[in-house]
């Protein structure tokens, strides 16, 4: 079992160009999340999926579209992306009542 | 009402030291406290967790201590060993449309000299 896998591992982009992180998981589990990490932030919340076919913002979803595309993937766009997107970004999941299992993460640094 | 306040953000201890790590929230709604470790170039991973019915969860070095009336929790790692080095995430849970929202601290970088 892979558990939570996340691509690219890294990226770097210009300002104004798109792309999307991808995540999948293989954990059977029905929520899925989308955080980024900046130094002396902690893990802030992007957007979230409780089940497939739903996606709900959290605290930080300005600049990002989701897609939920089934059951096991899980992915996060940037539509025209910004300096201030340079993060760390980490996908993680949750079966019912349980708690949440984190990627590795992609490290994004946008030029 | 959502913020997770985490002190202090960094802590230096010797081998066998005890490393301390405190927690406060406001929202009284919090239902679940995990505690995350996380190693360079690493996603978290969950450390222990305590629900707000008990005081204290005890797994091996590591303690959670947990006041609801002044809605503070915290870590301890007895014996700290040099591997322990990692920053540390304390979080609290909040049901959300089926699901579950996590609020994290803002991490404390651990660092046990040998």
């Known amino acids: 079992n892979a558990g939570v896998t996340q691509t690219p591992k890294f990226q770097v982009l210009k300002t104004g160009q798109s792309m999307t992180l991808q995540c999948a998981q293989d954990m059977n589990h029905n929520s899925m999340y989308w955080y980024r990490q900046d130094p002396g932030m902690g893990l802030r919340l992007i957007y979230y999926s409780a089940s497939e076919g739903t996606t709900d913002k959290g605290e930080v979803p300005n600049g990002y579209n989701v897609s939920r595309l089934n059951k096991r993937e899980f992915s996060l766009r940037l539509e025209s992306a910004a300096p201030s997107q340079t993060s760390v970004y980490f996908c993680a999941t949750r079966a019912f009542a349980d708690t949440q299992y984190f990627g590795p993460g992609t490290r994004l640094t946008v030029l | 009402q959502q913020q997770v306040k985490q002190s202090p953000q960094s802590l230096i201890v010797q081998k066998g030291g005890i490393s301390i790590i405190n927690c406060a929230y406001e929202n009284t709604a919090f239902d679940y406290f995990p505690w995350y470790q996380q190693f360079p170039g690493k996603g978290p991973a969950l450390l222990i967790a305590i629900r707000p019915d008990v005081s204290e969860k005890k797994e091996g070095r590591f303690t959670i201590s947990f006041n609801k009336s002044a809605k503070q929790f915290s870590l301890h790692i007895m014996d700290s060993q040099p591997g322990d080095s990692a920053t540390y995430f304390c979080?609290?849970?909040?049901?959300?449309?089926?699901?579950?929202?996590?609020?994290f601290g803002k991490g404390m970088k651990l660092t046990v000299n040998p």
């Open positions: 979080a609290a849970s909040i049901p959300q449309g089926g699901s579950e929202k996590l609020v």
